[in-house]
Every structure is written in C-alpha cells, then in structure tokens.
C-alpha cells in the first residue's frame, strides 16, 4: 500500500505521542501570539502625546492638555490605529478656542471609542476646529465618546435660542465610510458636520443612535448662512443616518426669520443635507424642539430618502426642501409643519 493510500484510510491512526506534540505545539504558538487574527497588544499612555501614534493605544488616566500645547493631544500617525479611551477624558480646555483632542488625519481604519472629550471654545475663532477631526482615509470608527463644550469651564447655558456655541464636536472631510455611533455631543456650534465624504456603493457609511443636544448659535451675534445644528452633510453621499437624537439645535435666529443664502439657510436646521449632498438614507431620526427647523434638504441635493423619521414642536418648520431638490423623498415622517417645496404629505 503506497503512502498516499495509508494517510487517506479510515484506519489510520496517530501514536498518542504524536497526538501530544501538536497539541503542545499549537498551544506554544497561541502563547507566542502567532494566532491568526490575533490583535495587537494595546500601549497604556498617561498624557498628551507630541509624536504622531504609529501603534494602538489606550488610556490609563484621564488627561489634559496644558496651557499653550501646540497641537492635537493625540495625532494619529499610521492606518490601523485605536485610541481606546477606557472610559477616560481627554480634556483640551486650556488650549482654548484651538484645542483637538484627536487629529485622526488621513489615515484608515482608525477607531477612537469609550471614554470622554472636554472643550473649552469660546469665539468664533473656533468655528473651524473640531475636538475629533478626520481628512481622509475610510473606514472610521468613533463610537461611544461624549463631548462637551464647557465655555470657560462650564456647560452652555441651555436655556433658548439665544445660546451661541462654538466648534465643532466631530468633523469629517474627505471620508470614505465608517461609523459614527452612539456618541454624544453637547454645546457645539456643529455638532457633527460630515463634508467632501462620499461612501462607495459597496462600502459602509454609518452615522447611528447619536445624541445631538443644544448645538446651536445665536444669530444675533453673527452673520447669515452659518453652518449649524446636531448634524450637517455637506456635500456628501452614501451614508445612513439612522436613530440619531437630534434636539435644541441649528442657528438660532430670535427673530424667527429664515431667509435663504445659496444653499444654506440663514437660519439653519437641527439635520441638514446641502451643498449637493445625494443618495443619503436618512430614516427614524427624532429631530424635535429644535429652535428652527427640524430636518432640511438644499436646492442642489438628490435623491436622498427622508422617511420614518420624527420631527415635532420646532420652531419654524419640522421638515424644510429648499427649492425643488432633485428627487428628494420624503414618507411618512411623522411631523406638522412644513415649508418651502413641500406639502403636508411629507407628514404622515
């Protein structure tokens, strides 16, 4: 019988010392990390770091920039990057209107999770700086962080339409997909503003269970066609925006006056898809008592599905198209007011 034939019979059957060997083998492997899929051991970091992160790391201490730190407290350096909060802050308030907690670049496959971001943005310096900011790469991940503006060491006031944020919470530019989840951000002018971000047909796009609390500016203290409210796509398309709880936001005009400025309203709505966004699936959203308008679509914009969401007791309008859009559908949402192209059967 040749060699072949005898490893194929039935009744071939390994020496127990052999048997022995590769199980000892195999476990001599596993305790070497040579197990397929085996994640890399995460670095334990105690401060703001000025070298870019080349590796994954997690938090082992709350920590904070110091006054005149140049810089993000943390730079991501290289793809495949997680900062892993481990349910700790990160606190930029002495930086002051030019504090980024995280500066996630370019790169991909970037995850930053768990824990806590504290801002201190003042002025209207800070209107382009974000706490989290991304310019490219794809498949991002930030999931479970919440973020506070505390303007001069405290929570905005959270009163009425005469609250005037700064910054941003989370910014994205130029992103290819990923997940943006279960975060919740407070006080910010913007509090997420996806931009320039188009998911591919067979990628994912995800922005999902955030809550958007009183991001809002008081357009008494500014100019028309100011980027504001709980989320904003800009340009952008391919993404789901599912589940998000969007309240006490968008720009604030105590007037009540919405005149239009382009693509962008002077007074500003609390989930907005403008400057060309399309292909969006924006669905059971509850974006209510938001000081304006609820949910928004600019001229420019297509084919973007507004369904099933809910958008109640805002002040002006609970949904808005301004001008015709291109093949905008809005279905039983649940709301009453509407205004610009729309009718009452974007309502239920």
Known sequence: MGLRNSFSSVNFCAPATIKRAFR????????????????AAQSTITSCQSAPLTASVALGQSIAAPTGWNGACLTIGNDNVTVNLAT???DVSAVGDAGVAIDAGAFNNTTIDSGSITTNYTTSAADTTAAIEATGGSNLTISGVTLQNQPNGAPCGMTDNTDQNYGTGISVDAVTGGTIGANTVTCYQTAIAVQNSAVPRKGTGAISGNTLNWNTYAMAGGTGGIYSGGLVLSNSSGWSVNNNQIEYGGSADPNA??????????CAF??????GSSDNDVTGNTVSNNFIGGIMTGADTAK????SNTALSNGLYDLYEDGQGHGNAFRHNTCITVGGSLSTRACQ
């Open 270 to 275: 609390g989930l907005q898809i403008i400057n």
């Open 257 to 266: 006056a919405c005149t239009p400025t382009g693509v962008v309203l002077s």
């Open 304 to 307: 973007n599905n507004i369904s």
């Open 88 to 90: 700790f802050t990160i």
């Open 24 to 39: 000892l083998g195999a476990l001599a492997a596993l305790a070497l990390g040579f197990a397929p899929g085996r994640a």
